[in-house]
């Protein structure tokens, strides 16, 4: 499903460059639930930006489903989006302003899927995550389970093929993590390909394969072998 | 689509309703900004855009000629050659074959009795194909036909305006077919004007219509029907359909030479030169009449125009300032925006969404602004009518017009204020932003702001630049010398002929005024003229003067004042030499004249030299010299005060071939404030003839302030639109200020730390101020003096590059920036440094 090859993140400085992500060699099949690990400033979260499709300023091969997304301009890429992704955030990111209806409900606006189609596929969701009761509410009336619950919701209302979580938990208490986590082990069940960043040994362990990041370089991917690790900065 | 747009609608109504206080000051700063353009425009659309309310308007023409004439004109403004006399126009009614209708008007005042209840009037004299011309159908009753008006004096019938037969006779449809007293003579109502139909001069709203046959009657001692060389009337035309106005001018210029050549072989004497402007050289011009006739158009078009750019500029500064609080809150909504793409958004959607929600603002703030403006437009109006908005025919309730103009203008600020924040989200940086690691869009916000209150701040220093000139304007104006004294003046108009008093009459009864009024407590002197001064009026003739080769192109016009014994010493225009005009200049007396001080130098190099010497009324050979001068006195302002002074003939009353004709200016030197004994002379008048109502009683330094309305009005306005765009742009300017200081707090804390001094600090801060300040001010300099030209015409006694004002703004401006730094810069120099760096 994905192929990263020698892929690189930098960020120009005063003097040159500033990488973040370093030679980046990754393959995902479809049905994998890849756990990332790895300490703060990694390059973790930009990972999954580039898996997403947010970020832009990369370089190498990225190969997802049948399409060269490293020949795909910026519009193409959030075709792609779009299409086959769902993201879920630690922060929950849910629009502030929105029902929870509506925050289901945008995702869909934005593939262009009719009215009616989209009230089914809402209503859907809803009652899959059970969560019908709360569809009125803003997102200050819940909890932060609750919140995660509806941006989890979120993610899969457009059926996308990859779900991508950035510390999905990391709000929760563990209790609510560990709701959270199942209701990922059942998608990943149900055929959702699932890439999460995480601190947490145990939803690592929801996952069938977890790959170490270390200052922009794969330090340990079970499925390839580990890269010596290397300074992360170049003047 | 529509879905789509719905959707956004009602997340764009949450986000007002959710920010209810950020909400408001947006819509009240486009509201002020709208409803200042709203009110400008509703006048300036009445003023020079608007066509007349009558059918087919395209096809109406004004005739105006150019080219040399002799005679008398009465004008009220416009070019002469706007005013034909009656034989012209019978003569191109009847024998041009391009027009549909050709029709003459003139507006005057006339006295209508109602029940013996006398009131003063506006009339209009029309022919009696003028609403027929013009396709106006009458309320009720009927309008006038050509058959009302064939033989003088025959009909007098009359046709009421919607409004005065509101006003004066509540509405009541049984006036028809009643009879009105107009001037001590019976006239029968025979119908009333449409409601929305005024006249065909724009800004006149006459109460009654009579025929041109009853002219004897409306302008009782002034017929001149017969008369060729009196110009008195304004034509229109409706051009036949298909016929356009070269055509139209090509036929009417044939029959206009014909008419010239028969007029010239009338003439007694003519010189060459004369004979070619007259005939050859002059002709008819067929101008666009959609729009009516209007003298107020040409005054008021300029200060209009600029009063216009004036709130075209407080419009973007109001843009400029929104635009900067939406970004500002741009910075807030990043994470939103950001999760929005990351859900899938199109960055067309998002800036539909942003338009949106600039949309319900500006329409918001253009609601408000709509309802704001009758009230800013009813000012304007009162001020232009000399507080007597009555007078003026223009509507200050926004019409469907109006309501266009503010749509698309809160359409057009909203879609360039609504810009400003979807600049910052056109290409963020997800990453960090969905991680809440920074607000990307903080260094783009603020060159954003900085940019934007360096606009206001320019902006501000352009309209206050032109407030200054105006105002320096209109103290130069109130602080002139006149060249009479115009205090404790109070003034009036009497008209004895509105009551019915023959021309024989008339001398013994403003003898007796004077004399009455003389004789008044409180009142030390009267006097009184027909030719008001200050009073935009002018009465002029051409003269021959004794000794003096006029060359044969020199203007020999000269104001020709028609003056009461008494009238120097009354006004207080000091005499240069001689004597002025006494009791004894009789109509059996040697006649004489004094002049002032401009035409003795220009005839006679000194006043003292023009005593004794002689001059007669009219010009060429056959012209009597029978006028001594016996007196020159100092020049006095005329027309106005702005004007030049123009060479002035006064000659006594009672030697005058019209004194028996013409209503007068009385002027009364009262000994306490004259507005006090205005209430003494009503009721001496009353005395003497309950019949005499006078016209517009007032103070001279209340005609005076009146005849500044305007330059007042454009100083007010510019002064309101200048300090309004310094608080908006201070207001900014602070908020940037406030802004930075507070993202440099740790900077500031390691400073001073390492040992800079509070000074060093507060240094710092007006650092960035003087290069944001500086900066707009070198740009608005150059521009304001540039922009300063178009206002030259409008100004007086100061340059449009006038040094001392534009240093003044300018300091204002810089100080005005000082202190919107103050807060900021207190802030700063306060940083406790251990606080700072622990906080960072």
């Not at chain 2, 395209?58 to 150019?66: E, G, R, S």
Request: charged fraction near 20%.
């Amino acid at each position: 499903m994905i192929q990263l090859r020698n892929v690189e993140r930098s960020y120009k400085t005063g003097a040159g460059a500033t990488y973040v992500l370093r030679r980046i060699n990754l393959d995902i099949q479809a049905g994998d639930f890849v756990t990332v690990m790895g300490p703060s400033g990694a390059g973790k979260s930009t990972m999954l930006s580039i898996l997403g499709m947010l970020d832009d300023g990369w370089a190498g091969e990225y190969h997802f489903l049948d399409h060269a997304v490293h020949k795909l301009d910026r519009k193409k890429r959030a075709d792609l989006n779009r299409q086959y992704i769902g993201f879920v955030f630690q922060s929950y990111h849910l629009l502030d302003n929105l029902t929870v209806y509506e925050n289901l409900d945008v995702p869909l606006s934005y593939r262009n899927v009719s009215r009616g189609q989209r009230a089914s596929m809402v209503a859907e969701v809803l009652d899959r995550f059970q969560i019908v009761g709360k569809k009125d509410l803003y997102p200050s009336q819940l909890s932060g389970g609750q919140q995660q619950l509806v941006g989890v919701a979120r993610a899969v209302v457009g059926n996308p093929k990859l779900i991508l979580a950035d510390e999905p938990t990391g709000n929760l208490h563990s209790s609510q993590a560990k709701e959270i986590m199942e209701l990922f082990k059942k998608l990943n069940d149900q055929g959702t390909t699932i890439v999460q960043v995480t601190h947490s040994e145990a939803n690592a362990a929801y996952g069938n394969r977890t790959i170490q990041l270390f200052d922009g370089w794969i330090a340990n991917d079970p499925k390839n072998e580990p890269v010596p690790n290397t300074t992360a900065s170049i003047g | 689509m529509i879905d789509a747009l719905l959707q956004d609608l009602r997340y764009a109504v949450r986000m007002v309703r959710n920010n209810p206080g950020f909400s408001l000051i947006v819509a009240m700063t486009l509201a002020l900004g709208i409803g200042a353009n709203t009110a400008i425009f509703t006048l300036l659309d009445q003023i020079l855009l608007r066509s007349l309310p009558v059918r087919d308007p395209q096809q109406l023409v004004q005739l105006q000629f150019v080219g040399s004439d002799s005679g008398r004109t009465s004008s009220r403004g416009g070019s002469p050659g706007d005013y034909f006399s009656y034989p012209m126009y019978r003569d191109l009614r009847d024998r041009s074959t391009v027009f549909n209708g050709v029709l003459a008007t003139y507006a005057t005042q006339v006295g209508v009795q109602w029940h013996n209840q006398p009131d003063l009037a506006t009339a209009e004299l029309v022919s009696g194909n003028y609403f027929e011309t013009l396709g106006v159908h009458p309320a009720m009753g009927r309008l006038f036909v050509q058959s009302d008006d064939v033989v003088q004096q025959a009909k007098p019938v009359a046709v009421l305006s919607f409004n005065y037969w509101q006003r004066r006779f509540g509405g009541d449809p049984g006036i028809l077919n009643q009879t009105v007293v107009i001037n001590a003579h019976p006239f029968t109502v025979i119908g009333i004007a449409p409601k929305n139909f005024h006249s065909i001069v724009v800004e006149d709203a006459p109460d009654v219509f009579a025929t041109m046959m009853m002219k004897a009657e409306i302008t009782p001692g002034w017929n001149d029907l017969d008369n060729r060389r009196s110009r008195w009337l304004n034509i229109f035309a409706r051009l036949k359909p298909g016929v356009s106005r070269n055509q139209g001018e090509a036929e009417i210029n044939n029959l206009w030479h014909s008419i010239r050549t028969d007029e010239l072989k009338d003439m007694k004497v003519h010189s060459a030169t004369f004979r070619e402007k007259f005939v050859e050289k002059s002709r008819v011009n067929l101008l666009d009449g959609a729009r009516g006739f209007s003298p107020l158009r040409d005054v008021l078009r300029t200060p209009l125009l600029i009063v216009m750019g004036m709130v075209g500029l407080v419009m973007l500064i109001a843009c400029a300032n929104v635009a900067g609080l939406l970004s500002v809150r741009a910075v807030g909504r990043m994470k939103e925006i950001s999760v929005r793409y990351a859900l899938g958004a199109r960055r067309s959607r998002i800036l539909q969404q942003l338009l949106i929600e600039g949309l319900l603002l500006g329409l918001a703030g253009g609601a408000v602004g709509v309802m704001l403006s009758p009230y800013i437009s009813a000012l304007l109006v009162q001020r232009m009518a000399s507080g007597s908005p009555n007078n003026l025919p223009f509507s200050v309730s926004p019409d469907l017009r109006i309501l266009a103009f503010s749509f698309v203008l809160s359409l057009v600020v909203s879609i360039l204020f609504s810009l400003a924040p979807a600049f910052h989200f056109w290409r963020p940086d997800l990453t960090p932003a969905l991680k809440q690691q920074t607000t990307t869009a903080a260094g783009g916000t603020m060159r954003f702001r900085r940019a934007s209150v360096g606009i206001q701040i320019g902006l501000s220093l352009l309209l206050l630049f032109g407030a200054g000139l105006f105002a320096r304007t209109l103290y130069n104006l109130r602080t002139l010398d006149a060249g009479f004294a115009t205090d404790h003046l109070l003034t009036f108009g009497i008209d004895p002929k509105l009551a019915g008093y023959q021309p024989e009459q008339i001398p013994a009864l403003y003898q007796r005024l004077l004399t009455t009024l003389g004789a008044l407590p409180g009142v030390r002197m009267a006097a009184a003229t027909n030719d008001p001064l200050l009073a935009n009026n002018n009465e002029s003739t051409n003269v021959t003067v004794s000794g003096y080769n006029a060359k044969e192109d020199e203007d020999m016009n000269v104001e020709w004042s028609i003056v009461t014994p008494s009238f120097f010493s009354t006004l207080e225009i000091p005499l240069v030499a001689g004597r002025g005009i006494g009791e004894q200049d009789g109509p059996d007396a040697a006649k004489v004249v004094v002049i002032n001080e401009s035409m003795a130098r220009h005839f006679f190099g000194d006043p003292q030299r023009a005593i004794g010497q002689s001059l007669g009324s009219g010009a060429g050979n056959g012209v009597k010299m029978a006028l001594q001068i016996v007196g020159v006195v100092s020049d006095a302002k005329h027309e106005t005060l702005r004007n030049e002074v123009p060479r002035t003939v006064f000659v006594p009353l009672l030697q005058s071939k019209e004194a028996g004709f013409i209503p007068l200016q009385f002027y009364a030197r009262t000994s306490q404030a004259p507005e006090s004994t205005a209430t003494t002379i009503r009721a001496a008048l009353q005395r003497i003839d309950s019949g005499l109502v006078p016209d517009t009683m007032r103070s001279m330094e209340a005609q005076i302030d009146d005849s500044l309305n305007t330059e007042r009005m454009i100083a007010l306005l510019a002064a309101s639109f200048g300090v309004l765009a310094a608080l908006l742009a201070a207001v900014g300017l602070y908020g940037v200020l406030a802004y930075s200081t507070a993202q440099r707090t740790r900077e500031i804390g390691i400073r001073i730390a390492l040992g800079a001094s509070r000074t060093a600090v507060v240094r710092l801060v007006l650092s960035e101020v003087a290069m944001l300040v500086g900066l707009s001010i070198a740009v608005a300099v150059p521009l304001a003096l540039s922009l300063s030209r178009l206002l030259r015409s409008q100004l007086f006694g100061v340059s449009n590059n006038d040094p001392w004002t534009l240093a003044a703004i300018t300091g204002l401006v810089a100080a005005m920036a000082l202190l919107a730094a103050w807060i900021p810069m207190r802030r700063a120099a306060g940083v406790d440094p251990m606080v700072a760096l622990r906080y960072e």
